[in-house]
């Protein structure tokens, strides 16, 4: 008989293991995506099977339903870090055995399906090929609830897998005042604002420089590049191997300088969640992010909140013009303006800040239909386009720019989007707390070092991981629970600035 | 019961599996010598022990011994890559097996630290502080020697586990002639001959021409940059993750171009071997190099046999001084003599080709006489420097510029220095066949194009990985055994002409 020292030993060291395999497997996917040969991804997908196969193994193994039903009595008696890890094994140990194991089979060979199917659908520009994947997908996802479970809405059970503790009644409240919110400010600014002129953008500027310019405010921002790199790719992404080693990428249009700086400091800013996460976690399954939610409050925290202000630019658009000096033929206010362009778009990933939370809950809206049985695959394609009629007053002509943009459903991640919107408001609330406590966020973009806004944001959230879950970090760090109006004063402030308007 | 196909399959998928994690950990391997950031390398030695512990025991597994007692009656009835892959998986079963579990264990232990304490030993020039851990490692090489049993000569043993049925019997012949030849010639050279002038060489070439250059040779040779990559590091090596991803390295010196231009020669043979092997022996153990020495053999064969022959400048010379006006001073043949200036050195990797026998036959005497209790550690040092006064006529004044200055021994990798020399013979060898079949090998190097060249090599050597046996690749290919004599007809050949001796 074990005592409960040695059981704590040795689930530790089973999680070590297996937190190992996963930094095998990202490794593995990092390279797919930045290094690897053409003819070399096909050997390599069996790697990845291997791989995901026996870390699920682990998550559902006699081994680990032994160290839960041993140690689940004796939890007063751990360390807050090994009560943590056992709470989130457990949670995923339940999440996968409630599915009977032939459902989840076929469930799995579906998706993987799916993605091929989404892909060519989406070239076709024809949904009715994507329509009977989705559907068994969402039949699927229909049934998993009824196994996982629920209390009051059946779409809040997807939504805790992504945002532990989120629910449709909190969104519904705050994405409603948000929408209202966006939508009479998008009529103003229609009406009374000044659109700004975006042809002083319209500048060439090579890799080379746009990679020196990004690397230094990266540096001011504290992303660590001993502990780190940055590389190109097609779809750009960040990847924490360990804790001494998250990497981030790219990609460059030397026609368009936004998509790789903006890129670059989103990036940047989940990097730096990931490299300030407590050592104390380390090998334990605590050792990422608190939730996607909070992972994107980072990257839109540095994206967003810093790196699209006025106050950003006033020091950086000196350095850019120096690089690149006919970005020097605007002002810095014309400049300003120029990147804080808003207008509707059809497709999620290139819409503006302010239209963005628009997209997201078109798609949310549409998620908890269809899982709660209000919506059937055959009409989402005509209710998309409705949505983006009403809410950004454009209308897909093509599936491609419409329903086909997204590859989430076709891999079953229903649940997910909310996310996104999250973040943006997360980072505003965060932002409103750091004003308080900084006092001169002005001053600390003015300087060469950043410091102190990474250590607050370590201070409040990275150095956590996921010991909290996202709203108990939200409520320590701010005193609140979700509240979109600071979003609200933000969007305002700056759209009243960019757009002219009268008061 | 299973039916033999089925025992067959399940053993391929077994194979199968242990070849996607050995993929990982050479990805793994890869990543930390080109590519990992500094604080990145302390979290991933957990993740080499995870994945180089999982290969191990699946090779010792009791799953391992079942396949292997279940099919060892079927072998008629398998095909021929199942048949040998039950044969390595059995060689390797036993080789683990027979060794105390104790033992072993404690021989790991004890050669993981030898190898740091051998790096500080080198560093501070002192032997004194490796020799109890050599010591021991040769007490333990010993006693294994034992358990594994051997017939003529323990030391064969060894030779065995990197060069398949080589044994010192055949070594002690070829190396005795081929030492005389060598000794014979280079006393040729210093009475009669005339040294080349190096001065010539005193180039620097910027880093992005080296690669240019040097890229432009790989794809003439057949390097498929679809199926590799080049990257660099700090001591150069080639490694496959699979036959669609064979990656070489180098380093650059902008005042020697020789170094990378070389090295990537080199590297590209290995790589150009394991793109070429069979696609019927993906994920088995078979997919590799037969051995150490013909592996060795086709990367010397692009560096030496080839890359340093007159005829394979007379093209590539005007090339390089296309990219490097100022290497255009001199002529073809006072370049070419230049590059082939021989002489006595203390540390074998960075000998010429006309001495570096003779650095591996040092070696390859003292591994003997300590295995066979002929040579105590103690006294090894002494022994070494002797020698180096007996063949190349100088004595080593540091230890870490002779006994210190290669790791193998610290690794316990005895038995494996005789394949560098091997390679080099078995490459001539190749030569003299190829040559043959092809008739005008000086008029491939012309063209743009070495394809007939890497053909014949894929279709006598490359294709069968590890199907056949190194002397059976040998006699299959040449009609002869390990024969020096091509070697030493090069070398003399060669040093004839550079040297200008009169005959």
Known sequence: METVAELKRDFLAFLKKKSALQEALNLVYWDIRTKIPKKGAEGRSEVIGVLAGQIFEME?????????????????????????????????????????????????????????????????????????????????KRKFVEYWGYKDNKYDTLLDQYEP????????????????????????????????????LAVRMSEAKQRAFSEAILTKMGFDFEAGRLDTTVHPFAIGLNLGDVRITTRYDEANFKMAVFGIIHEGGHAIYEQNIGRNLIGTSLKEGASMGIHESQSLFYEIILGSSLAFWKSNYPDLVKQE?????????????????????????????????????????????????????????????????????????????????????????????????????????????????????????????YSPIREWLTEHIHQYGKLKKPLEILKDTTGEGLNPDHLIALLNQRYEFVYKLKN
Do not use: C
């Open 325 to 449: 000096p006919a970005f020097g033929k605007i002002s810095l206010e014309e400049f300003y303006r120029a990147i804080n362009i808003s207008e509707s778009s059809l497709v999620r990933i290139e819409a503006d800040i302010l239209t963005y939370p628009l997209h997201i809950m078109i798609r949310y809206e549409l998620e908890k239909a269809l899982i709660n049985g209000e919506l059937e695959v055959k009409d989402l394609e005509a209710a998309w386009n409705d949505k983006y009629e009403a809410y950004l007053g454009i209308r897909p002509e093509k599936s491609s720019e419409g329903v086909l943009q997204d590859i989430h459903w076709a891999g079953g991640d229903f649940g997910y989007f909310p996310s996104y919107a999250l973040g943006l408001m997360y980072a505003a609330q965060f932002f409103d707390a750091m004003q308080k406590d900084l006092k001169d966020v002005e001053a600390v973009l003015a300087s060469e070092d």
């Open 165 to 200: 503790e989120m629910t449709v009644e909190i969104l519904d409240e705050v994405f409603g005042k948000l929408r209202t919110a966006i939508l009479e400010l998008r009529e103003k600014m229609a009406k009374e604002g000044t659109r700004p002129d975006a042809s002083g």
């Open 60 to 140: 559902v193994s006699e081994e680990m339903a032994a160290f839960i039903a041993a140690l689940a009595p004796h939890k007063a008696e751990l360390d807050e870090v090994t009560q943590k890890s056992l709470e989130e094994s457990s949670r995923v140990y339940e999440l996968n055995k409630k599915i009977p194991q032939e459902e989840f089979q076929a469930y799995s060979k579906l998706v993987a399906d799916a993605e091929n199917i989404w892909a060519e659908a989406r070239a076709e520009d024809n949904f009715a090929k994507f329509e009977p994947y989705l559907t068994e997908i969402v039949a699927f």
